[in-house]
């Protein structure tokens, strides 16, 4: 494993990336590097590897509470902070790259921004992508929280945030905590409504995704969006 090669060979991670590059570091070791250090008698390779099966996978450290982390020895709110800011700085580049391109051109990369954005969290979140006429990006929202139901989205305040945004067309997405990415009965009539809404106004509404656990469901795909408003 890279691990035991790199100390083997004496170097700790960040002479490995600082020698060789991120690239050719493990998960751990760029974790580690974030850390900085680990706690009497285990270094900051094996806090990580500890984090990381904790967390069941890379993605899943963004799901991952503070309480939870902060339990583990040798972490606490100065490593958490250190960690979410490099998570946040990630997903902000993810973002920024959306705003340069027609997100409607490579589906899968708006998606992985999606999974990346939604995939972890510990409750259901709707959000939106509002873009223009060249469904570039103008901004991602998070718009609602907790169970997705008819009561919990309301079209009216989607309507006035893309009226706000000057948005030509929107894609919502929402994940299921539970990791099943098939729409409810509730998903659909909400989507349902939204379209009708949106429509009034001559704003397309692209695709509804939802995110489950490593797959996406996308409305379109499977023609569940009805006809888009001219």
Do not use: W
């Not at 972490?75 to 973002?95: D, I, N, S, T, V």
């Not at 006429?133 to 998070?142: F, I, K, T, W």
């Not at 079209?155 to 000057?166: F, H, I, N, T, W």
Request: glycine content about 8%; charged content about 25%.
């Amino acid at each position: 494993m890279v691990p035991s090669r790199a100390r083997a060979n004496g170097q700790g991670p960040r002479d490995r990336l600082l020698q060789l590059g991120p690239r050719a570091l493990s998960d751990e070791e760029l974790l580690a590097v974030i850390l900085r250090t680990g706690r009497p008698g285990v270094s900051a390779t094996e806090l990580a590897g500890d984090m990381l099966a904790m967390a069941g996978d890379l993605p899943g450290l963004l799901g991952l509470e503070r309480h939870l982390l902060e339990s583990e020895p040798g972490l606490g709110p100065a490593k958490y902070a250190l960690m979410q800011a490099a998570l946040e700085l990630a997903r902000r580049c993810a973002e920024s790259s959306l705003r340069e391109m027609d997100v409607m051109s490579s589906p899968q990369r708006t998606r992985a921004f999606l999974q990346h954005h939604l995939g972890q969290r510990d409750r259901e979140v709707f959000c939106c992508l509002f873009l223009n006429s060249q469904h570039q990006l103008l901004r991602c929202e998070d718009l609602f929280l907790g169970t997705l139901d008819g009561a919990a989205v309301y079209p009216r305040e989607v309507a006035v945030r893309a009226l706000q945004y000057r948005a030509a067309a929107v894609i919502f997405a929402h994940n299921h905590p539970s990791g099943l990415a098939e729409p409810s009965s509730a998903d659909r009539r909400i989507t349902d409504r939204l379209v009708a809404a949106l429509g009034l106004l001559d704003v397309r509404v692209l695709d509804h995704v939802i995110i489950g656990r490593g797959r996406a469901f996308s409305f379109a795909e499977e023609g569940l969006l009805g006809p888009a408003p001219r």
